[in-house]
């Protein structure tokens, strides 16, 4: 049986951060650091958080904080899949659990066009940072044709109910969404019945 300790641990300790800090960029600098521990072992994820859909990304809801502070989930890739071109509207965090992911930024030109810029690529138990106004359109995709990758999200909001957009690369046209998740379930981090004894 899966021991979600880590996960109940990483969620504790995200929401004290919002107890010594108001700054955004102060809380997702301290979050990475709690991330980047989370995302070194690969023992605690639930299996049902980690199948992937045959025909597109999906994103499972870990946590959300009571007031929506912030969020935490797993994105699960099949082989190839990919986002399109998206932006977020509120900071974030990647920590790449198991796999390979690509991450391609993208800056928009004054007409509404985007321009392609460099391609990262995250490794397990590295984290990345997405902040308003300095990276927040991008493209992100498995770089395994061949098996299914998982990271590990942090958004400073409710990403679920965020009003967001995808973009057509060439003429900037947006189209409005919001992402929802693709279970409708959270796993119990508080029901202690089931950890291993100490």
């Not at 102060?26 to 991330?35: C, M, N, T, W, Y």
Request: aromatic fraction near 10%.
């Amino acid at each position: 049986m899966t021991n979600i300790e880590p996960l109940r641990e990483f969620v504790s300790g995200f929401t004290r951060l919002f107890e010594t800090h108001s700054d955004a960029a102060l809380i997702q600098k301290a979050g990475a650091e709690l991330l980047k521990t989370l995302v070194s072992r690969d023992d605690w994820l639930p299996e049902t958080y980690t199948r992937p859909h045959p025909e597109r990304y999906s994103q499972y809801l870990l946590h959300c904080d009571p007031l929506e502070r912030f969020s935490v989930v797993s994105f699960v890739w099949g082989p190839g899949q990919k986002t399109p071109l998206h932006d977020h509207r509120v900071w974030g965090l990647i920590g790449m659990l198991r796999g390979k992911e690509s991450e391609t930024q993208f800056t928009r030109r004054e007409d509404g066009s985007f321009e392609k810029g460099e391609t990262d690529f995250l490794e397990p138990g590295e984290v990345a940072f997405l902040a308003p106004g300095v990276n927040d359109y991008h493209l992100v995709a498995n770089a395994l044709t061949d098996q299914t990758s998982i990271s590990i999200h942090v958004y400073g909001a409710n990403i679920g109910g965020v009003s967001r957009a995808v973009y057509d690369e060439a003429s900037g046209i947006e189209k409005s969404f919001i992402s929802g998740y693709s279970s409708e379930d959270v796993p119990n981090l508080w029901d202690r019945s089931r950890s291993k004894a100490a």
